[in-house]
């Protein structure tokens, strides 16, 4: 099995990155973060997908991003593309705060995961991930999203405003902020 490869980001096609490796061109599908490394030399986490019909790569920035989408497979009704999909959205420790949190809205906002999926994938890692340490509960910020998605706000907009306010300030403070930096 392939689990890195060091290269250089030869170029970049659709959902994908070719990584050349001393002259061999591999297409490895790939999350946003890995499309942002740049051109010169990169090295990419990459999961294998062995099929009968396709070998099949996919990458990763970080390892911890890597770990994530393989716990993913792990769900009943997640492929590769679907695990891809979750892990593209949002760093892995929002992720696993969602998971955490059981964040099931946070999930079904991802195209082509449906109500069950999400479920599925809140209770089959809540279990997995319930040692991690980064995983903590932020009800502040999670009533601050929520205020913002009553507004109108998609839940990753919601998320992405707020990623960069403080925490400990009050709700009401957080959610001036998040509108401030919308304007």
Do not use: C
Request: no cysteine; aromatic share 4%.
């Amino acid at each position: 099995m392939i689990a890195r490869l060091r290269g250089r980001l030869a170029g970049r096609s659709g959902a994908g990155v070719i990584v050349d490796v001393n002259g061999v061109g591999y297409l490895v599908h790939a999350t946003p973060s890995v499309h942002r490394l740049g051109d010169g030399d990169v090295t990419v986490e990459v999961h294998t997908v062995v099929r009968e019909d396709a070998l099949q790569l996919y990458g990763f920035a970080t390892a911890a991003e890597r770990e994530l989408f393989e716990l993913l497979l792990g769900v009943s009704g997640v492929g590769p593309k679907v695990a891809l999909a979750i892990v593209s959205g949002s760093p892995p420790a929002d992720l696993r705060r969602a998971i955490a949190r059981e964040d099931v809205k946070r999930f079904q906002a991802i195209p082509g995961i449906g109500l069950k999926t999400a479920q599925r994938v809140v209770l089959e890692l809540k279990e997995k991930l319930a040692t991690v340490d980064d995983v903590t509960t932020a009800s502040g910020e999670l009533m601050a999203r929520d205020a913002l998605v009553e507004l109108g706000w998609s839940l990753v907009d919601a998320e992405r405003a707020l990623a960069d306010v403080d925490e400990s300030l009050p709700v009401e403070e957080q959610v001036r902020a998040a509108l401030r930096r919308a304007a």
